[in-house]
């Protein structure tokens, strides 16, 4: 328990400072969008006020896409919130497939992200008993490792292999160099206390990481 | 005087840099540094208006690249993030250093001291 306090504040709080200034750096892009927009609209009308005639469909076009950024603020907000919210409890219940789609959305704020190809079974969701926000922290490490691998071009494809006591979410379509140390120092430390394993795919084609559907801890399910 | 803008939010680049013609500054867009690199072969600008994070390349990066094909160009770097090592760096390499949500009227004068500055 005590390892995992400490990891809470060594690695946890950065994690949380890393997702927060992500977030307002996309929050601003999106209202820098707004205001230029609505500074546009502004523009035609005052050329207008002065004899030109008012350009409608850029108007139009302008309106609609203040619509779509704050659509896109709407959406960043969301998950800026389930991010928050997943601090809520030390040890829960999560859906995996959730807690996967929330990281990909949050890595995508990355100025290096590459897209994302995330293959989910048609199976029944696999819920997994663990640290919520310590695994989010590892899954976004990794993903943040895939993006470097493989650039803004390339995409990543994630999939999931589910065994009876554990699942593997499998990263692949890149390749890493025999120098290239997996995992990372602050992946290892937090694998270490969620009793996950990771490892290179054969060939270094990728990277895995299996995850007890149940951690043991001095908590159980259902307790806060 | 002609400027160039650099930026992957294309909305947002799209329509400062017709602000910018509006206003008789004569402007072209970039959506990719890979694409601001490819107009710097046929066309020549006073002044680059950089976002310092977009995929690829960061806003210094293309700087220091733009720089080495033309000693004369000036820069500008435009932020959403604000953290300090940003503020450091970006303050160093360029004549300003300006956050997101931007207003127009000092990126003119942002613009226009830039443009009067010596080589």
């Known amino acids: 328990m005590e390892k995992f306090i400490e990891l809470l504040f060594e690695e946890g709080l950065s994690f949380f400072g890393q997702i927060n200034a992500s977030i307002s750096h996309e929050l601003k892009n999106i209202l820098a969008t707004v205001s230029e927009t609505s500074g546009l609209i502004s523009d035609l009308i005052e050329v207008s006020e002065n004899g030109k005639p008012l350009d409608i469909q850029a108007i139009k076009n302008s309106s609609r896409e203040i619509g779509e950024e704050i659509q896109r603020g709407f959406l960043t907000i969301k998950q800026m919130n389930t991010f928050a919210h997943s601090v809520d409890n030390s040890f829960g219940e999560i859906t995996l497939t959730d807690t996967i789609d929330l990281v990909i959305n949050l890595s995508q704020f990355l100025s290096y992200a590459s897209q994302v190809e995330f293959f989910k079974q048609e199976s029944s969701p696999v819920k997994v008993f663990t640290c919520p926000f310590l695994l989010q922290d590892l899954l976004y490490q990794a993903i943040s490792f895939a993006y470097k691998l493989i650039g803004h071009k390339g995409v990543v494809r994630i999939s999931l292999v589910n065994e009876e006591k554990e699942t593997t979410i499998v990263f692949e379509n890149m390749h890493l160099d025999e120098e290239k140390p997996f995992p990372e120092a602050r992946m290892q430390k937090i694998a270490e206390v969620l009793g996950i394993t990771m490892a290179t795919l054969p060939n270094r084609t990728g990277f895995f990481i299996k995850i007890p559907l149940t951690i043991k801890t001095m908590y159980k399910r259902g307790e806060k | ?119």
């Open chain 2, 1 to 119: 005087m002609k400027v160039l803008l650099v930026d992957d939010q294309t909305q947002f680049v799209s329509v400062l840099t017709r602000r910018l013609n509006m206003r008789g500054i004569d402007s072209v867009c970039a959506f990719s540094p890979d694409e601001a690199l490819k107009i710097v072969e046929t066309t020549r600008f006073d002044i680059a208006i950089l976002d310092m994070k977009m995929p690829g390349l960061s806003g210094i990066e293309l700087r220091r690249l733009l720089h080495q094909k033309d000693q004369n160009m000036k820069f500008i770097f435009l932020t959403g993030h604000g953290s300090e090592v940003d503020f450091k760096v970006g303050s160093a390499e360029a004549s300003f250093f300006l956050p997101k949500p931007l207003n127009i009227d000092k990126l003119i004068e942002a613009i226009n001291e830039t443009a009067s500055e010596k080589p």
